[in-house]
């Protein structure tokens, strides 16, 4: 299948290249005690351990590297409350350029704190898409800062796809890759990297139940929005974008559903199994893989665990 | 200082060859925000990571593969409702043998899933010091089996000195080592090798303001015996073993108390950043680091983190 206009692998080692010295080769974890429960071999690629507590920080700092540098002076700019606000703000610091990030006016505190803590500046608008467009508008208009959205946008893709590279290059011996989708970034970028690095690796998108747009996109084969999402897994809330959801039509074997006791009970797993914390939606692929472990018996498949930015009083144990 | 009654440095590198396949040698992490906030270096040996989730299960493992094989076959006795009843079940179920944990009867039904998970058997007391005593007694006169004190033990120590062992091997470069104290196992362990290491490591033992016996009998020069204790820091409520107390005695340097509030402070800040999940215990050299920033400013300083058996339904945030 030939998609000229995507990334090619040597575009994504390079983007590897370009981000390395700004984010963290994070570990491989795995858990006897889950791989016993599970009846496969699992190996996590834990980026809840990547700066800003997010695979997110990847495609922002690809993007916002990649800028001309007479764009890259004016700044960027997005729309976001949540990890891609953060990473943005972060990328845009590490490189002493300036960042605006319209969140809406009820933005949990946590959130602005972390954006203000990367040096962000925050603009705020209406709970509503209407004004974060048009207050995102005015900004762009306003400063010429350049807009990184947070997942339908190549070189977001791109620099996702870093991470199903550094996956692979450290564990290249899986039948298996599965990652969490909501719009789609880290999903898209995955198929991609594992299209490229071997055709016969299944790759699966896992999906909340209460937020299956990619679900019924990928059997639908065109792309059905989401409506009323609801679901812990705040990070997956979101509708697939355009160019991640070609990716997964072409690349993308399956689309699994995992139901909200089924992630709450796996995140608990890695909670007490494993030790580590992750975001509910780093749960998903788990919580779908373990409702249906005889598809599973005997592989050896890798998890992505997106993300470990939760809010520790708000536990749904 | 001559002290030829404990192990030396080659015992405990003997010990680390013994208990290395049936233990993890646990990663060190470290986190700029942290190191940011306390104004100082500091690298963690997360020991949360370890089998069953602490550090005991070196001092068990160690303590059990030193058994004469004529001993070993009758198997090893304990009494714990903690991590070291855990370590003990799993060092015995690795080599084979029969262990037998001695438990109140209102211990957590989690504690006792856990023995029972490593093939351990429960022997049932009422729930008071001098039950436990002469129950265990009837187990070791009825079985045969060695008991396996938690803490005060020589191969129990040696093998919990195979954590700083690692530590300094992977990290050798430090000004301060500290670990937190209860029976003193681990405190003790760590003060020896570091002794052996570098007599110009300075040790230093953390405890809670509400199980400070170990802060009162360093500093009164005699053990004075724990009484009452109450803290989130459900590792550390034991009293000061009698080895324990003649290595600390000799071979530490400090020992800081951390209030309830700066052991739950410290424990979230481990959670939020770090992406970790640990017992209270394991926050509480933080927290008294944190509580006294001045005295560590700028050292490099490296903290074991103990253990991460938590009980999630119960988080203090």
């Known amino acids: 299948m030939n998609m000229p206009h995507f990334p090619t692998l040597n575009d994504i080692r390079f983007a590897l290249i370009r981000i390395k010295p700004f984010i963290n080769r994070t570990p491989i974890m795995t858990s006897s005690a889950i791989n016993g429960i599970a009846g496969c071999e699992i190996w996590f690629k834990c980026e809840n351990f990547q700066k800003v ?36 703000a972060r990328a845009a610091s590490v490189l002493g350029i300036p960042s605006y990030i319209v969140m809406p006016s009820n933005a949990p505190e946590i959130k ?16 509503n898409l209407k004004s974060r467009e048009t207050t995102l508008e005015e900004v762009v208009k306003k400063t010429g800062a350049t807009f990184i959205p947070p997942y339908d946008y190549l070189d977001v893709i791109e620099g996702q796809a870093t991470c199903a590279l550094e996956f692979l290059e450290d564990q290249p011996n899986l039948d298996i890759l599965m990652a969490p989708v909501g719009g789609g970034g880290l999903l898209g970028g995955t198929a991609l990297l594992a299209h490229y690095w071997d055709s016969e690796l299944i790759v699966i998108g896992a999906e909340p139940a209460g937020a ?51 992630i709450v009970e796996a995140m608990r797993l890695v909670y007490e199994r494993m030790k580590i914390v992750i975001e509910p939606s780093s749960a998903v692929p788990l919580a779908a893989l373990l409702a249906r472990k005889e598809q599973f018996a005997g592989k050896r498949v890798g998890i992505i665990l997106s993300g470990g930015n939760v809010d520790l009083s708000k536990l749904p144990f």
């Open 53 to 88: 507590g997010a695979f997110k920080a990847r495609g922002a700092a690809n993007a916002v590297m990649k800028l001309p540098d007479e764009d890259k002076v004016k700044g960027v700019a997005t729309h976001s409350s949540g990890n891609h606000a953060a990473a943005l």
């Open 112 to 127: 602005k704190k972390a954006v203000k803590g990367y040096g962000g500046e925050i603009i705020e608008c209406e709970p």
């Open 212 to 262: 299956d747009d990619a679900y019924k996109s990928f059997h639908a084969g065109h792309i059905i929005p989401q409506t009323n999402p609801k679901t812990i897994a705040d990070g997956l809330l979101t509708s697939l974008g355009n160019l991640n959801f070609e990716l997964i039509q072409h690349y993308v074997d399956d689309i699994l559903i995992a139901t909200e006791d089924q």
